[in-house]
C-alpha cells in the first residue's frame, strides 16, 4: 500500500493548501501535528488504507494508552451535517461543506482525536482519548448506487467502534424506507456476520440516534419509540444465520436519542445542546447504578466496558490495516483470528523493541567477556550483577506492560521465548563470570600461597604452609562466592552457583595438594642437602682416619676399640642414624603440612633411596684411585714409621727393618679386600639395604620415582644385584692397587734402609776419650792460667743469667739470624765473583736444575696429600 497523502489536502508542496471549503490551511511535514490539523484520512476515496495512521496516534500521543482510548463513529446520510456535529462535539476540524456548493465535502473516513478539555471538576473517569471517525456519508449522489462502499465502511466501523452515532433528521424519523433504515439493516447484518465467529465474547455497540434539526413538537420519547418500532421490524427482516434465529436486537445493541434543534434557526440552542451532548461523550463510562435507579439511560457517560473492541491503542493502525484488507478482499472477516494474528505481530515488534534496550546494556559486558576470552585471560566483570538483573527484570517488565493486551496465548508464548532469549544470553554472562572468577580464582590463590611461603622462607622459615593455605584456600572461597552472588539473577531457575562453587573448591584442593607436594619437595631437597653434608664430613673423618691406620671417628657399639675391620659397619651407623636424624627431620615439619600419611611415607622414601645415592657417591669419591693410593700409603707408613705408641721410628741398623716392613705391608695389603666390598663385620654380608632404603609405596607416583637413580638389590627390575651395589672396587682395580701400593711401600722401605745406614757415620765414643787423653795439657793451662779461669768464669756467670732471665732463646735466634744474614751475604758475594767467570756460571745453572727437579717432587707430594673436599653444612640452610 503506498502512502498517500490525504485526498481532502491535495496540494502541490510549496503551495499554502487550500481546503475544499475554500478556507486556507496551515499545513507541515507529514511528522508535524499542524499537517494532521483536520484529522487523518484512514480510507481514502480510492478505499486504500493510509499507513500512516499509526504515525498520526504517536504524534496524538494515543499509541501507548494501552485500552485506555474510545473509537466513535459518524453514520448517516451524505450532507446532513455529520462534520459539523463532531467538529462542535470534539473540538475536531473536519471539513465542512460550504453552504453555497452543496456537494459531497468528507470522502472515504477520516479520523481525529478529540481537541475538547474536559470541564474543570469533572469526574476522575473522564475519558481522555476519544477518537472520532467521520465515515463518508451514504447514499450520495457522487456514489451513485454503489452499496459496496457503505458496506464496507460499516464493516470496519462496527470492528472497530464502540459507539456508532446515526445522525438523522427529524423529517425522517418514521419513514421506514428512507436512507437510513438502508443503512442500519447494513449495520445489523455486517454485526451478525461479524460476531458470529467470536460466540464466547459479548461484543455489543451503542447507537447514538442524533435527531437533527430537533423542533420539539413530537417529544424525543415518541421518535425514539417509532425509531424503536421501525429497528425491531428491520431486524426482523434480515437473514440470521443458523442459531441466531430468535436473536434479539438488544443482544447486540445499545440505544440512545437525543434531539438537536435547527443549527441555523436555534443557534444558540443548538450550541447549548451539543455542549451537553459533548459532556456525555467526554464523562467516560456508563453509572450503570444510576440507571439502574432512573430506570433509564439517558445522561451520564455513554461507554460501557463491553463496547470496548480490546485492541491496545499501539496496535489499533495494525489492527485497522489488517480488518480493511480483508474487507476490501472481500474475505471472511474472523476478528479472533485477526486479533491473535495482531498480538503475534505486536509481541514480536515489542519483542525486538525490548530487546534494542537489552542489548544496549548486555552486548558491551558480551564483547568484553569475548574479547577476554579470545586474549586467554578471563576477567571478573565489576558491576554484570546489577547490570543483568536490570536488564532482565526491565526488558520483561516492559515487554509486560506492553504486550500483555494481546491475546493471552500469544502474550504467553512470547514471553517464553523472550526469556528463552534473554537468559540464554544471561546463562552464558553468568558462567562466563563464573568461569572468570574461578580461574582468577585459583592463579591468585597458588600465587599468594607461593609468595607467602617465600616470604617465610625469608624470615627464617618460620611459618606453618598448612596454616597459609587453609587460609588462603578460605579467602579465596569467600571471593569467588562474592563474585557469584553479585552475580545471581533473581528469579531465573539457572542462576545458581552451587556445581560451580563445589568445581571451584575441589580444584582448590588439588592445587593445595599440588603446592603441599612441592613444598614436601623443597623440604625433602633441603634435608637431603643436610644429610649430603653431614654424611659427607663424617664419612670423610673415618676415610682419613683409614689413612692414619688407627682407630675412625665412630667408635663401634661395644665399646672395643675401633679397627679397620669394622670399618663399613662405622660407615653403616653413621648412614643409619644421619637418616634417622633426617627422617626426623622431615617427618616433624611435614607434619605441619597437614600431608596425608601415605604422602609423608613417599617423602620418607625419597629421603632414603637419596641418602643411599648420597653415600654411595661419598664413598665413590673417597675411593677414587689416587685417593685410596694416598690413603693406603699413609696406612702403611703409619704402621711402619710409628711404634706401638705411636712415636715415630728412628732407624738403626739393629732394627728388623725388614720384619717391620713386611708386617706393616701386610696389614695395610689386608684392607684393600676389605674396602673393596662394602660388608659389615657384625654378619659378614652387606648392609641390608633392601630392609632399609624399602620398596616402592604403592601411593608413589612416576613424578616422585623420576628423579631417582635405580638401587642395585633394591630395584629389581635393573638387574643389579645387592653383592654388585655393594663392590666398591672391581678385582682388576684391586689388583692394580695393590700393584701399586706395593712399589710405593717399597720406597718408603728403601728410604728407612738408606737413614739406618746413614745413623753409621756418627762419632765413636772412644774417640771422645782419646781427645780428652789429647788435649789433657790445654785443659790444665786454661784452668791453672788466672786470666783463662777468670775469663771463663766471667763466660760461666754469663751463661747463668742469661739461662735465669730465660734469654737463650732469643740470643739463639738473634745468632741464626745474624748468621744466616752472613750465609746470605756470603753467598750473595760467592755468586758475584762466580758470575764473572764462564765456568762459575756453568755451576750455577746445573744447581738450579737439580734444585728444580726437587721442589717439583716435593709439590707433587704435596698435592697426594692435600685432603679430600669438604661438603658446606646444609644445616642451616633448614
Ligand atoms: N438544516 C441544518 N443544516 C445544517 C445543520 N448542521 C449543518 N448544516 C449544514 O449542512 C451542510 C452539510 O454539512 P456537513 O457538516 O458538511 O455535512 P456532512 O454530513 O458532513 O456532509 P458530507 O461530509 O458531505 O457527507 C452544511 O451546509 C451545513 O451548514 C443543522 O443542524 N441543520
Known sequence: MTERRPSGLERSPTAPSVLSNGHFASVGAEGDAAFYEHGVQVIDGDKEFNPNLSKYLSLENVTPAGFNYHLISVFGSQSTGKSTLLN???????????????????KGIWLSKNKKQGEVGAPERMADNILVMDVEGTDGRERGEDQDFERKSALFALATSEVLIVNI??????????????????????????????????????????????????????????????LGRLWDTISKPAGFEKASIHDYFDFQFYGLPHKSYQPVQFVEEVQKLGTRFRDGHRDLKRDALKGEFSEGGVFLP????????????????????QIVNNKDLDLPTQQELLAQFRCDEILREVMVGFDEVIIAFEDKQAEAVR???????????VAMRGARSKCLKSFETDASRYHKGVYQRKTAELQ???????????????????????????????????????????????????AQAQAATEKFE??????????????????????????????????????????????????????????????????????GAGAPENGDKPTEKDFWDRIWNLFEDTVLDAERRFTDRASSFDASLDEVDVGLWRLRRKSWGVLRAKIDEEMTEGNLLLKLRENFEDKFRYDEDGVPRIWRPTDDIEGIYTRARESTLTVIPLLSRFRLDKTTAPPPLDRWVGHTPSTATSADEEDLAPIGGVDEDEGKSLEEEMTILSDSKRQELTVRFKKAADGVYVEAKRSAIGGITQVPLYFYGLLLALGWNEIWAVLRNPAYFFLLFVLAIGAYITYTLNLWGPMLKMTEAASGQALV??????????????????????????????????????????????????????
Do not use: C
Open 825 to 878: 751475604e756470603g753467598k750473595r758475594r760467592l755468586r758475584e765473583f762466580l758470575e764473572s767467570s764462564d765456568t762459575g756460571r756453568q755451576a750455577i745453572a746445573m744447581s738450579a736444575g737439580e734444585g728444580g727437579s726437587r721442589r717439583k717432587e716435593e709439590y707433587e707430594m704435596s698435592d697426594m696429600q692435600k685432603s679430600g673436599p669438604k661438603a658446606k653444612d646444609d644445616l642451616d640452610d633448614m
Open 375 to 385: 586474549l586467554g585471560a578471563p576477567e571478573v566483570l565489576g558491576g554484570l550483577g
Open 482 to 551: 562474592q563474585v557469584a552472588r553479585s552475580t545471581v539473577v533473581d528469579g531465573a531457575s539457572w542462576s545458581n552457583y552451587k556445581q560451580e562453587l563445589s568445581l571451584y573448591q575441589k580444584e582448590l584442593a588439588e592445587v593445595s595438594a599440588r603446592l603441599r607436594r612441592d613444598e614436601m619437595r623443597r623440604l625433602a631437597t633441603r634435608v637431603e642437602r643436610w644429610v649430603q653434608s653431614r654424611l659427607g664430613e663424617s664419612v670423610g673423618i673415618e676415610f682419613n682416619a683409614l689413612g692414619s691406620g688407627r682407630a
Open 169 to 230: 433528521w427529524e423529517h425522517q424519523v418514521g419513514l421506514y424506507q428512507g436512507a437510513n433504515m438502508g443503512l442500519l439493516k447494513t449495520v445489523f447484518e455486517v454485526n451478525l456476520q461479524l460476531f458470529l465467529k467470536d460466540k464466547h465474547t459479548s461484543h455489543r455497540s451503542l447507537l447514538f440516534f442524533v435527531v437533527r434539526d430537533f423542533v420539539g413538537t413530537t417529544p424525543l420519547k415518541n421518535l425514539q419509540k417509532t425509531l424503536l418500532e421501525d
Open 420 to 470: 528463552g532469549k534473554v537468559d540464554t544470553r544471561l546463562k552464558a554472562l553468568f558462567l562466563g563470570q563464573l568461569s572468570a572468577a574461578h580461574k582468577s580464582g585459583i592463579r591468585d590463590f597458588s600465587d599468594s600461597v607461593s609468595a607467602l611461603v617465600k616470604d617465610g622462607q625469608k624470615k627464617g622459615g618460620s611459618y606453618d604452609f598448612a596454616e597459609i593455605v587453609t
Open 88 to 106: 462542535n462535539l470534539f473540538g475536531t476540524d473536519f471539513t465542512v461543506m460550504s453552504d453555497q456548493e452543496r456537494r459531497q465535502t468528507t
Open 306 to 325: 463491553e463496547y470496548h473492541r480490546r485492541i491496545p491503542a499501539d496496535g489499533f493502525s495494525h489492527y485497522a490495516e489488517s480488518i480493511w484488507d
